[in-house]
């Protein structure tokens, strides 16, 4: 029972993750692929301002004196062979196989608080459909982006790929998971 279901999940993974390509059509639709790990990263540029990307869920999403005000739960992301890895190392009393291609860790409960700076850019990958499939890599607006967060309900766990310049988020970008 437990090997069909991994091998379902897995077809059911991988059918969502083909290129689909309608007949007599010239357009493809190509779900994005995550890299294999995505764990949080801080540094400086050339110009010394401070770079940081991460994983996150969002916890609460508010207006606050005019400004946009996301909390962040960070996450580390794994994706295939390191996501069973990953498994491994934090259930290594389990015995069946990990039936996932992504594994999600979230191991600190702290919870980060930034402004969204008025400039932000924002890419949902299922926000709205083109010919029955999702339209991946959708550039919205701010009043999008918060009326997508907002119908999900939150705190929702929806991963989104964070950008942070000297303490203000810069770009958001939904991680699709299947």
Known sequence: ??????????????ALFV??????????????????????????DKHG?????????VKTLQVKNGKLIVSLDYIQWFFGEAAVKAYRQDHPLEKEDYPMPYY???SSPKIRTFEISPRASFTLQT??????????????????????????????????????TNGIVTKITEQYIP
């Open 1 to 14: 029972m437990r090997k069909t279901y991994l091998l379902l999940s897995s077809l059911i993974f991988c």
């Open 127 to 164: 926000n709205s459909t083109q010919d029955e499939n999702f339209h991946w890599n959708e550039s919205v607006n701010t009043d999008t982006f918060k009326k997508f967060v907002l119908s999900k309900g939150i705190p929702y766990q929806l991963p989104f790929h964070i950008e942070v």
């Open 19 to 44: 290129t689909d390509v309608h007949a007599g059509s010239h357009q493809e639709t190509v779900t994005p692929v995550p890299p294999q790990v995505i764990v949080p990263t801080s540094n400086k």
């Open 49 to 57: 301002n401070t770079l940081e990307k991460t994983m996150a869920y």
């Open 104 to 106: 999600i860790r979230n």
